[in-house]
């Protein structure tokens, strides 16, 4: 059964850190494109990182959204079949819902449509 597992979402203080991780199950984890992508209430769901399988054109690049680049980094470890997003210097405009998602075909990394397998979400709520 595909499955994945997004943990480490909570609360943090403006300007502080936080990891989020990934558990992945049930497929061929080396082999698809892993993104974070995040939902604010009323707003519409967008991608925040994506890093690309470790083989293959393209091998472990890694993609991020404009507002993020400089504080947050996806990584990702094949032989535990996991990812993180390491987000530092957090603004109150990071707090949502943070998802992870899974691809096979994924020409643009950032682009929801390309993701078939999806986790539940973590939330993160920021505080000034």
């Known amino acids: 059964q595909v499955q994945l597992v997004e943990s480490g979402g909570g609360l943090v203080h403006d300007g502080g850190s936080l990891t989020l991780s990934c558990a992945a199950y049930g497929f061929v984890f080396s082999a698809y494109t892993i993104a974070w992508f995040r939902q604010a209430p009323g707003k519409e769901r967008e991608g925040v990182a994506a890093i690309r399988p470790n083989s293959g054109e393209n091998s472990g690049h890694t993609y991020y959204l404009d507002s993020v680049k400089g504080r947050f980094a996806i990584s990702r470890d094949d032989g535990k079949k996991a990812a993180t997003l390491q987000m530092n210097s957090v603004t109150l405009e990071d707090a949502a819902t943070y998802y992870c998602?899974?691809?096979?075909?994924?020409?643009?990394?950032?682009?929801?449509?390309?993701?078939?397998?999806w986790g539940q979400g973590t939330p993160v709520s920021v505080s000034a």
């Open positions: 998602a899974a691809g096979v075909r994924v020409p643009d990394p950032l682009d929801l449509r390309h993701y078939g397998y």
